[in-house]
């Protein structure tokens, strides 16, 4: 046995094309690719979990292929269009196989959903009467793990495989992503046992699935011939005709890509071919199954004819869209086009509250008693919503996210900075810098969404108590949380993209604790006008929509408020929201203050300690605010006491 690889550290991925002016097209239409694919994927799983006639085996599994091909565009896509927008075409050993094990993951199973929906098919053509009793929640549940562990099993198989390969000088990957086949050619050991497995693997778990595709479709075909109306033969194939048609795409784009990796020598082509089956079916799926089946159809309409309630969301979703396009516009226009120069820097320096060593022991103590504070009152806020039947509503559900949220908004930067002191080390990589900008982004706007929905969710208890139930169902309530994570999502890599448009750096001192966007970019010595335009215009109205959207909603519970007659129904109403006010006066209180600091006082210390009071005073009193001010809480928490004693 060969010993793991040692002698390569990372890989060098070619891409579609080596002509600098196709970049920017190649940019704009995978990009386009991408946002097509994830938005209408991300709308299938919508449309079935929002619609309880949907809730059957052949849609639960429909669900699933969707949620694959969002995974395997995830896996290529973004790492494309980095390389391409940083003009970097490399890839670390252990990132490529990351990549390799995931898309072999993804892949297969992907193969065995199919070979399951096809059987879903056949069951329900051919033994109708027994399809509820055969195609159970537990068959269906078991199908799917049965199906995600074996495509897991053959990722590991092939991943640990490729460990004992040994790599020499040649490192060209002539692909856009790490293709396993590639990787194997590169090797300057013997690869027979790892083809041989490769081809065995393959055939084995290849044939099956699609001989259960052809078998289920076989008696399929024989049962409906049997039928002996036309309309009811008819019926029974449409139900099969987007799962044929999905099937077609799916093994005719393989099957090209072999054929074409046999006949054809050119890399090339053989990357252009690759990229049909690992691109464009992912795309295409969500269309086929929309556009030839009713139910979908007709779910999409109900889910569209839901949004406006929740218009805040969409047009945030679309602000961020139409930021992504502007960026990218100016900064890919010939003439603006500029060397990206990302390893001019390698790694930051992170200023902290005091440069006092005698200050350092009690900045740690200080700093670890509240990020263990706000862990244990965040953490006990979630065990107590979750354990108590009582708490499982709307308010309680979302205040649930709320305290995750928190968790993850803490955990972004007071760890790296008990390390920090503790080590006497305050430098942070390009990378390191990058991730914690991204998490800190993504919960910090969490943050701001979730207040929005649970103002919504007030609005509609005491303005529309009789439709509380109605309007405020399971489904509007995750897709609620979704739609805030995913918006939060775009916000968080919209700033990390606007950063990576910086070429240099002027300095690498950062007068904070932690990556702030805007402090990165008032270190960036390059041309930041169109970033700083982008960053402020996406700022203001991803703060803008949920102030206006909570401001409305109180606006609207205050007016039904003062008509209720009784003083007693008026104190009830507003105990209702006492504890949400004040958690949005001291997130939206503190936010507004770190700015007017920055903006009046030049002092960058002043800065670091108002950036305190948003990033680990206010995450850690909302437990507290809830804790202390809601009755109901306060009885699960104790119940919750009193069950661990």
Request: proline share 4%.
């Amino acid at each position: 046995m060969l010993p793991r690889n040692q002698t390569v550290s990372e890989f060098l991925l070619l891409g579609l094309t080596d002509d600098p002016e196709l970049q920017p097209f190649f940019f704009y239409l995978f990009l386009s690719i991408y946002l097509a694919t994830v938005l209408g994927n991300l709308l299938i799983i919508l449309a079935v979990i929002s619609d309880s006639h949907l809730h059957t085996p052949m849609y639960f599994f429909l669900s699933n292929l969707s949620f694959t091909d969002i995974c395997i565009s995830t896996i290529t896509i973004p790492k494309m269009l980095v390389n391409i927008q940083a003009q970097n075409q490399s890839i670390t050993f252990i990132g490529c196989l990351t990549q390799i094990g995931f898309v072999l993951v993804f892949s297969a199973f992907e193969n065995f959903l199919l070979a399951a929906m096809a059987y879903d098919r056949y069951v329900a053509i051919c033994h109708p009467l027994r399809y509820i009793v055969i195609m159970n929640i537990r068959l269906c549940i078991l199908l799917i793990v049965l199906s995600l562990f074996l495509s897991t099993v053959i990722a590991l198989l092939h991943s640990l495989m490729v460990l004992q390969l040994s790599f020499c000088k040649d490192v060209e990957i002539p692909h856009f992503f790490c293709e396993l086949a590639q990787v194997l050619k590169l090797s300057c050991s013997d690869t027979f046992i790892n083809n041989l497995l490769v081809y065995i693997v393959m055939s084995l778990f290849g044939s099956i699935p699609l001989c259960g595709i052809i078998f289920s479709y076989t008696q399929i075909i024989s049962s409906v011939l049997r039928m002996p109306s036309a309309g009811g033969k008819l019926k029974a194939f449409s139900t099969c005709g987007s799962h044929l048609s999905v099937v077609s795409l799916f093994y005719g784009t393989l099957f090209g890509v072999y054929i074409s990796f046999a006949i054809v020598d050119s890399s090339r082509n053989t990357a252009v071919a690759s990229m049909m089956y690992i691109v464009f079916p992912q795309m295409m799926n969500p269309f086929i199954y929309s556009l030839r089946n009713t139910d979908i159809k007709q779910a999409l309409k109900k889910l569209i004819g839901r949004i406006p309630p929740f218009l805040i969301f969409m047009d945030t979703m679309l602000i961020y869209l139409f930021s992504f396009f502007i960026l990218f516009f100016f900064k890919s226009c010939p003439g603006y086009i500029e060397p990206h120069n990302l390893t001019s820097v390698s790694e930051f320096f992170l200023m902290g509250l005091s440069d006092d060593l005698e200050l350092q022991p009690l900045l740690f103590g200080l700093f670890l008693s509240m990020y263990l504070v706000t862990m244990l009152g965040n953490m006990l806020i979630i065990l107590a919503v979750s354990s108590d039947s009582h708490l499982h509503t709307p308010m309680y559900f979302f205040l649930s996210n709320l305290s995750l949220a928190d968790i993850g908004f803490i955990s972004t930067t007071v760890p790296k900075m008990i390390v920090d002191i503790q080590t006497h080390s305050r430098v942070i990589s390009y990378g390191g810098c990058l991730t914690q900008m991204s998490f800190l982004i993504l919960f910090g706007c969490m943050d701001g969404m979730l207040l929005t929905v649970m103002a919504y969710d007030r609005f509609v208890a005491i303005c529309h108590p009789l439709h509380y139930s109605v309007i405020m169902n399971p489904c509007r309530c995750r897709f609620l949380v979704l739609m805030s994570f995913f918006i939060s999502f775009l916000d968080s890599q919209l700033h990390n993209l606007i950063v990576l448009q910086l070429t240099c750096f002027k300095d690498v001192k950062i007068s904070n604790f932690f990556c702030d966007p805007s402090q990165l970019l008032n270190l960036g010595c390059s041309d930041t006008f169109t970033n700083n335009i982008v960053m402020y215009f996406v700022g203001a109205i991803s703060g803008f929509l949920p102030i206006s959207g909570i401001l409305l909603s109180y606006y609207k519970i205050i007016s039904s408020i003062l008509r209720v007659p009784s003083i007693g129904g008026k104190d009830k109403a507003f105990s209702t929201c006492g504890s949400h006010l004040t958690v949005v006066c001291l997130f939206y209180g503190t936010a507004i203050g770190v700015y007017l600091a920055s903006a009046l006082l030049p002092s960058p210390r002043k800065d670091v300690v108002a950036s305190v009071m948003y990033t680990v005073v206010t995450p850690m009193l909302n437990p507290f605010i809830y804790s202390l001010r809601n009755r109901d809480i306060k009885s699960a928490l104790w119940r919750l006491h009193s069950r661990t004693m």
